[in-house]
């Protein structure tokens, strides 16, 4: 593996956990096994930490962060430029592990690791110039008032952040909430997904190596399902920044007043007008809704496709996903073994349900073990599950709809509202029809996707709390102090 990641792992190979500037061991001496989705084997262990070594992760993270949030802003910058460029150059054996712990295409799994470095350089840059402006207000904009009084405010720390990333980006994910968390004078104890925690553990050795002080930055790990409502409801959390499904709703539902920030499921809707380009439009929902698996928050998860061109669309798609590649992420192939043998039923379960109500399977439904054959399902009806459930894999409904009304109120009638694109070559239709889907970001001519990453990103509904993208999760990561200066007379009394 090379020298970089050698004191991440122990003498027994499994990986350690991050607390206070060590890589420990647990003393439970239990671990947690991750499976390679391709295998159903066990690849790599991750230790499974006591409720008492949690405890001691949040006492350093606490303990460091008033010295974190006296570091100066541009010091916390050179620290996010150091973590990027040793991130990418040691990108991948990080890489090499999302392949083999999420089964995520060799290509795509580089790309995620050189994505995170860059994504950590921006933050930087961005909150070294928003957190440090503040807002000055005088009193005498207020009905009654003279101006007596001078308002002062800036931007200050949260506190200990817990963050949660899922296991589709668990490098990509994790990073979009630790780099803005620590450039705002954060510190951050990060509970990565079972699968993923390999790579996401490895990518912590990028901020120990760049010397960041201890306690500022820790790794927990451990099955959501012990650690998690310890972690989440843990006395020392500031705020909890986590991505992924309902899991996210049970976590505020048990909650208390802790500010939350989060990403969860989506249903990304793709409508195809009567006078789109066709061509444009299949090539983006074969790429859109197939791409690691269909398991993308932004993946297309259903096309609602204009009758009158219905047909050639449906039949320019299928061509598309005829040609996509079927087999292992090492080979780079297109389609991948889905993430879990649970999934893939879960998966199977809806398919089977359309089945069953008689909709049309364009291309077979074909399954060896976690692997799924791309499908298309078309004559969808809005009694199947497949019409508004989220599959996480490569299976594609598309519901023919007579008039845009249609496809705009099945949209809408959905309580998952992450994103959804359309396809028009009308601008003012296409501005009409975003603004009447009610979704955190509709992309007009292309598929759904979260990036660029500075980008705005919001789920309306069940698909999020609060707002991403660096520039709004710089915001997210802050509490506004305010100063008022009370003058012994009105400020313009002189002169
Ligand atoms: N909105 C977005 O930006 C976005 C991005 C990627 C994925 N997602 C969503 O994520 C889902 C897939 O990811 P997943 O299967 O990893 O999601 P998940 O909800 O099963 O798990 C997400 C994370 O929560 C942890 N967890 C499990 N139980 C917990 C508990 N009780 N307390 C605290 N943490 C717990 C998991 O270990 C994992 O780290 C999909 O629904 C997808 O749409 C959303």
Redesign the pocket.
């Known amino acids: 593996m090379g020298g970089f990641y050698d004191e991440v792992i122990a003498s027994n190979g499994v990986y350690k956990f991050y607390s206070d500037g060590e890589w420990k061991e647990t003393t439970s001496s239990r671990t947690v096994k991750i499976l390679n989705p391709s295998t159903n084997e066990a690849v790599y262990q991750v230790q499974a930490c006591t409720r008492d070594e949690v405890d001691t992760i949040f006492d350093a993270a606490k303990a460091a962060q008033p010295g974190w949030a006296k570091t100066p802003l541009w010091k916390r910058a050179d620290y996010m430029h150091k973590v990027a460029a040793l991130m990418k150059e040691n990108a991948q054996p990080m890489a090499n592990a999302l392949v083999k712990e999420i089964a995520k295409p060799a290509k795509d799994a580089l790309t995620e690791v050189i994505r995170s470095g860059d994504l950590i350089s921006y933050t930087g840059e961005e909150g070294l110039r928003r957190l440090g402006e503040g807002k000055m207000l005088v009193s005498d904009s207020y009905p009654g008032q003279d101006r007596s009084k001078i308002c002062l405010s800036q931007k200050v720390p949260l506190g200990v952040i817990l963050c949660?990333?899922?296991?589709?980006?668990p490098v990509n994910?994790a990073v979009s909430k630790i780099a803005p968390a620590l450039m705002a004078g954060n510190t951050v104890v990060l509970?990565?997904?079972?699968q993923g925690a390999a790579s996401a553990t490895m990518m912590c050795q990028a901020f120990h190596k760049a010397g960041l002080p201890k306690g500022v930055l820790n790794v927990a790990t451990g099955k959501?399902?012990e650690i998690?409502?310890y972690?989440?409801t843990h006395p020392k959390v500031n705020c909890v920044s986590?991505?992924?499904?309902?899991?996210?709703i049970?976590?505020c539902k048990k909650g208390g007043m802790t500010p939350y920030q989060m990403?969860?499921?989506?249903k990304d809707a793709c409508i195809v007008c009567a006078d789109a380009d066709i061509d444009l439009a299949a090539k983006n929902i074969v790429k859109g809704g197939y791409s690691y698996s269909g398991q993308?928050?932004t993946a297309v998860k259903v096309v609602l496709a204009a009758e009158e061109i219905a047909d050639e669309l449906v039949a320019k798609v299928k061509k598309g996903v005829e040609g996509l590649s079927v087999g292992m992420p090492e080979d780079d192939a297109a389609i991948t073994p889905v993430i879990s043998e649970s999934s893939a039923n879960f998966i199977e379960g809806l398919v089977r349900d359309a089945e069953a109500k008689n909709a049309t399977f364009v291309t077979p439904y074909k399954r060896e073990k976690n692997l799924i054959w791309p499908t298309l399902i078309d004559n969808v009806t809005a009694d199947m599950r497949i019409a508004w459930e989220?599959p996480?894999g490569p299976v594609m409904p598309i519901i023919r709809v007579k008039k845009i009304q249609d496809a705009i109120d099945h949209c809408n009638s959905n309580n998952l509202a992450?994103q959804g694109c359309l396809f028009t070559k009308d601008i003012n239709l296409a501005i009409r029809l975003s603004d009447a889907m009610s979704s955190g970001t509709i992309q007009v001519n292309a598929a759904p996707a979260?990036g660029p990453d500075h980008f705005p990103?919001q789920?309306f509904r069940d698909?999020?709390i609060g707002s991403?993208g660096i520039q709004n999760s710089l915001e997210m990561m802050v509490k506004v102090k305010t100063t008022v200066l009370n003058l012994d007379q009105p400020s313009y009394t002189v002169g």
């Open positions: 949660i990333p899922p296991f589709n980006y994910l509970k990565p997904p079972t959501g399902s998690g409502d972690l989440t986590f991505t992924g499904g309902d899991t996210g049970s976590i990403e969860l499921g989506g993308r928050c989220e996480f992450l979260r990103f789920g698909s999020g991403q």
